[in-house]
């Protein structure tokens, strides 16, 4: 079966500072992939997806990246964390319609 | 411009009364919805779809109602448990070019189901 592995759970960056999030899928291959980022009273916005290795798209502009190096990995990333980054984030891969979600990282920029 | 629309920030039901949660769509281009259900702290969990060619769609106690000409859907939970309080969050599949299954969201409405 497919599992979704996002990591960490937790994170306190302060402002400037770099941010790496890593995202792995199992029991697939070729999956599109997906960053989300869940802000308070805004729902669930689509940040970036990639649909293979080395092809990322941005939903919408951003002080963050993403990247897939392998097929199975996806990273989303920051060279200088802002206060507004702070949020709910989760990883996602889908099969035809549906999505799967990983268990988030909370990051909290100080 | 939000596409999905979830008007209704928050909802409170008694345990064993039907939850009634309604979303709203703007873009005709869609053809699969999905409502997802969420805990503090978690990623969403799929709970059901439906179809665009369908107009309801059943499993168990979650029954998700769509129509289309008033572009509008439904998520009925009955009876309604207190497990059952989380985020839902509506969901449409978006289908052209590369971003093809891409999910656009709903911004969630909070159920609270009380004893």
Request: aromatic share 12%.
């Amino acid at each position: 079966s497919q599992t979704i592995h996002q990591w960490p759970a937790t994170l306190v960056q302060p402002v400037g500072s770099p941010l790496s999030l890593e995202c792995t899928v199992e029991g697939t291959s070729n999956p599109n992939l997906y960053w989300y980022r869940q802000a308070a009273g805004r729902g669930l916005q689509l940040l970036f997806y990639s649909v293979g290795i080395g092809q990322i798209s941005s939903e919408v502009p951003q002080n963050l990246s993403a990247s897939r190096p392998q097929d199975r990995q996806f990273i989303l990333s920051s060279k200088k964390l802002l206060l507004s980054d702070s949020g709910f984030y989760l990883c996602a891969w889908s099969e035809r319609e549906k999505a799967f979600f990983g268990q988030g990282t909370r990051l909290t920029v100080v | 411009d939000q596409q999905v629309k979830q008007n209704s920030p928050s909802l409170s039901v008694q345990e064993g009364r039907i939850s009634i949660l309604n979303c709203d769509y703007t873009n005709s281009m869609f053809d699969y919805f999905l409502w997802y259900k969420k805990y503090p702290a978690e990623g969403p969990t799929f709970l059901i779809s439906i179809s665009s060619i369908k107009d309801k769609n059943e499993d168990g106690r979650f029954t998700v109602f769509l129509n289309k000409s008033a572009k509008h859907l439904s998520l009925h939970i009955v009876p309604s448990q207190p497990g059952d309080s989380a985020v839902y969050f509506c969901a449409a599949s978006v289908r052209y070019g590369g971003s093809q299954g891409n999910l656009i969201f709903g911004k969630g409405t909070k159920l609270s189901v009380k004893p």
